[in-house]
């Protein structure tokens, strides 16, 4: 089987069983991280470059150890500190990495298609760690494999999300790759952060928090960006966490056990209350570690790919 | 330079031989009198083409183009009479910059080259520039675009006072506030996360101009519309008697919005790419009467200023060498609209709502023609384009219409080679 593609440019460019295998794949990868031994040989003599023009913590680390647990050689670039900084071009200067016969190019961008706009221009795999307001798919795959951890099937189950629709691009790839295995998806937010056209997605759009997350199987909460409330998005963060957050007497609308998530960094007591963020429901915690194991499954797969072909 | 064209089909006319004599169309004469005799086999002539709506980036940005390699592409695309925007460097805010325009036109000789001036100084949307200067120097028009005329008051003023001087006021219809985005707002661009553009923010700037000019009894001209929402109002206020007039671009009844799903920015221009519904009104509104002109809003980009991520690659693709052959497949050929109505649309009301006198093809007139291949289809190659531009996204397509022959004030601008 294996991946089509040589690039991992978004959820949208995947079939639901290249999907699955990217979760069947995971789950072995988690084997190896949670054993002893961190150190597996399927990216020896490989280079990957993570070349990030946003801030990261989670994406990145993630990343980093996914490919230094697979013994390549990795290295990382950011936008301040490189050649960016100089007014070189995003062409130029993944041209510039590609010719240090670079494998495996993980590239963060604040630009929607810029992934998409370099790939074609490179031999290196692309992977998308997130493109502007478009998808962010490693982690969508993460989300996906620690609902499947869990559910072990997508078939009928309910997720909802709230927040900042309009912006997100964790709320694209989820809506495009949870609708692909065969899930529903609702979303809420603020009529000013809610796109339009989002329906036709495959999202429904919900009335309220209640009614989204109403006899949901997961439920995740999306971080602000606080910054927006002075772009009058929203009013102020009080009238937010009121009528858009996630509280406990919501989350108890949810199915009973229904996994509560977030894609981090969260701003605590805006989307979700503290109490909500430790809850026994919540799986935040396990998400990162399901980071770098979806990573790793990614890696290895584009890696087998490349040697195929 | 006599020129005889034999065996053509020329609009209009039961006629199939042209003299042309010092410029004009003239009386037969003798074949042994003539610098050159062509025979057109069958082929078709129309007027020339005028575009009122161009950009040619001189001065100011000639490594996108020049006025000559803008008019040499405006030549091979049928066009005789062009009409450049304001939006170069320095501005075309003063009679210096329109004369500056006019001298490198005639020196280049590709085309009949009309500036249309700015509004304000600088295109700043503050201060009025100096039209009846302008209008004096040979500018034929006035219009802020690439930006709508700032403010309602701003608008009043220009209308006014162009209005001493009868120069019509183009503009370009946006509102700002909303328009922070790179594409059409809606599925698609939500689908791949570019900010999205309404087309609530062309309609409204459209309202406001239909409103100005019925309360002031003055005409404005539309540039560019691309919504239906547009159409729909400058229909109603055309049948109300205000004195409105319009023009579209062949982007706009030929692609929507759904092209930009893979971030090519050849598919980047403002107004963007609409909806399916929206092309339709496109349509209907060139078919009805209430669209006056096709324009080619010719935009060349240099490749740096495209090859970048889409939001930040420069609005806008180049038209000349499209612009005719796209009208004729997908309007004439679909049978919704005559070949005299397209040529209507491009070159008799565009001539009519700038007062240039252009399009007549009987005796005593300047014989400024193109003669187009209507019968067989050629397939649009970007890389035997005159302009600089390479940014269009119809390379490739299959087209009828092909002007191969371009004559202004008797003298043969373009020529295809057989």
């Not at chain 1, 031994?37 to 990957?48: D, F, I, P």
């Not at chain 1, 709320?171 to 295995?181: E, F, Q």
């Not at chain 2, 001065?59 to 091979?76: H, L």
Request: proline content about 4%.
């Amino acid at each position: 089987m294996g991946l089509k593609n040589k690039d991992l440019l978004g959820l949208r460019q995947l079939t639901a069983d290249e999907i699955m295998e990217i979760l069947e794949t995971a789950k072995m990868m988690k084997m190896v991280l949670m054993s002893g031994n961190k150190k597996t040989s399927h990216l020896q003599g490989k280079s990957v470059i993570t070349l990030f023009y946003e801030n990261s913590t989670r994406t990145r680390l993630s990343f980093e150890l996914a490919s230094k647990y697979m013994g390549s050689s990795s290295a990382n670039i950011s936008a301040t500190g490189s050649s960016v900084a100089k007014g070189e071009s995003l062409l130029d200067t993944a041209r510039t990495i590609d010719m240090m016969a670079t494998d495996i190019i993980i590239m963060r961008h604040s630009q929607s298609g810029a992934p998409h706009f370099i790939a074609p221009h490179l031999n290196a795999s692309i992977v998308n760690a997130g493109d502007g307001m478009n998808e962010h798919p490693t982690q969508a795959l993460l989300d996906m494999f620690t609902m499947y951890e869990k559910w072990g099937d997508f078939a009928g189950k309910n997720i909802a999300i709230c927040g900042d629709i309009y912006h997100s691009r964790v709320v694209r790839s989820n809506a495009i790759g949870l609708n692909k295995l065969g899930a529903n998806v609702s979303v809420y937010g603020p009529r000013t952060m809610m796109p339009i056209g989002i329906d036709q997605m495959g999202c429904r759009i919900a009335d309220s928090v209640e009614d989204a997350v109403k006899g949901a199987d997961a439920v995740m909460g999306l971080r602000v960006q606080l910054e927006r409330q002075h772009k009058s998005l929203f009013p102020s963060v009080a009238e937010y966490s009121q009528f858009y957050g996630i509280s406990p007497e919501m989350l108890a609308k949810a199915k009973d056990g229904a996994l509560l998530m977030h894609p981090g960094p969260c701003n605590h007591g805006v989307e979700l209350p503290t109490c909500v963020y430790d809850c026994d429901q919540s799986v935040i915690n396990e998400q990162v570690t399901n980071g770098v194991a979806v990573r790793m499954a990614v890696l290895y797969l584009l890696n087998a790919r490349r040697n195929n072909v | 330079m006599n020129i005889i064209l034999k065996n053509c089909k020329v609009l209009n006319k039961n006629v199939s031989t042209l003299y042309i004599k010092d410029g004009v169309f003239c009386d037969a004469f003798d074949d042994k009198d003539a610098d050159r005799t062509v025979d057109l086999e069958g082929k078709t002539v129309i007027p020339g083409l005028v575009d009122m709506h161009c950009h040619l980036r001189e001065p100011g940005y000639e490594y996108r183009e020049t006025i000559a390699t803008g008019t040499a592409s405006a030549a091979k695309g049928g066009f005789t009479s062009v009409c450049p925007m304001p939006n170069t460097n320095p501005v075309c805010d003063n009679a210096a910059v329109v004369s500056g325009i006019l001298k490198k036109a005639k020196d280049a000789g590709f085309a009949r080259v009309y500036p249309i001036g700015a509004a304000s100084k600088g295109l700043q949307g503050k201060e009025l520039a100096e039209m009846g200067l302008m209008k004096e120097a040979g500018a034929v028009a006035i219009s802020d675009d690439g930006k709508p005329i700032a403010t309602a008051e701003l608008l009043r003023k220009v209308l006014e006072y162009t209005s001493d001087f009868d120069l019509p006021v183009l503009n370009h219809c946006e509102e700002m506030t909303l328009a922070d985005g790179a594409m059409n707002e809606g599925a698609v661009s939500t689908s791949i996360g570019i900010r999205g553009i309404p087309t609530a923010a062309e309609d409204i700037m459209i309202a406001r101009d239909i409103i100005m000019a019925e309360y002031l009894g003055l005409p404005i001209h539309i540039c560019h519309v691309s919504t239906k929402g547009g159409v729909r109002m400058i229909r109603d206020a055309k049948a109300r008697g205000v004195k409105v007039t319009c023009e579209t671009c062949p982007h706009y009844f030929t692609l929507t919005e759904d092209k930009c799903i893979d971030y090519d920015s050849n598919y980047k221009m403002n107004p963007p790419l609409r909806k399916e519904e929206d092309r339709l009104a496109i349509i209907e509104g060139l078919k009805d009467g209430t669209i006056d002109c096709i324009v080619t809003d010719h935009a060349p980009h240099h490749q740096d200023e495209k090859c970048v991520e889409f939001s930040l690659a420069n609005n806008g693709i180049v038209g000349f060498e499209t612009a005719f052959a796209l009208g004729y497949t997908y309007l004439v050929k679909e049978n919704i609209i005559t070949l005299e109505k397209l040529i209507e649309l491009m070159c008799y009301n565009p001539s009519r709502i700038l007062k240039l006198g252009r399009g007549g093809l009987d005796i005593g007139d300047d014989a400024d023609l193109a003669v187009v291949d209507i019968d067989n289809e050629f397939i649009f190659d970007k890389n035997t384009m005159l302009t600089k531009g390479r940014n269009t996204p119809y390379d490739g397509y299959k087209l009828y219409g092909e002007p191969v022959l371009t004559i202004m004030g008797g003298n043969i601008t373009y020529e295809k080679l057989c």
